[in-house]
């Protein structure tokens, strides 16, 4: 699959949410391209193309924060959403001093995350 400008990458191994999150996201107006696994993401995404990833932190293999940090590590500033089921408190202060967007508790409203993914994309830079 092909990313269109402006997708929002959503990765998320429960097949169930990630269908859930991308029906959400598009019934919103965002492009949007489905992942199963951060290994996935990082083998078929266009990165140029990806203006936003909503990311689960626990994922089976490399776990959604191995993948920001892989991310980062190469230079890139993709605004990141964290999607959990897990209460850490610990990890969650960690995500947001390092900057992620928002990091959201499952289950989560849908408002929340629609308005994450927006304040996401105002901080793109114009091409």
Request: a negative charge; proline letters at 5%; glycine letters at 8%.
């Amino acid at each position: 699959m092909e990313n269109s400008p402006g997708t929002v990458a959503v990765v998320d191994d429960d097949p169930s949410m990630l269908r859930s999150v991308e029906r959400l996201l598009t019934a919103n107006g965002f492009m949007t391209e489905g992942y199963p696994s951060a290994e996935g993401f990082l083998r078929r995404a266009q990165l140029e193309n990806v203006h936003c990833l909503v990311l689960d932190i626990h994922l089976g293999g490399m776990s959604g924060v191995e993948l920001w940090n892989s991310l980062r590590q190469r230079g890139s500033n993709l605004p990141i959403i964290f999607m959990t089921a897990v209460e850490d408190e610990t990890l969650e202060r960690a995500a947001v001093d390092a900057g992620c967007v928002a990091y959201l508790r499952k289950p989560f409203q849908a408002k929340s995350l629609i308005a994450a993914v927006n304040r996401a994309l105002e901080v793109q830079p114009l091409d």
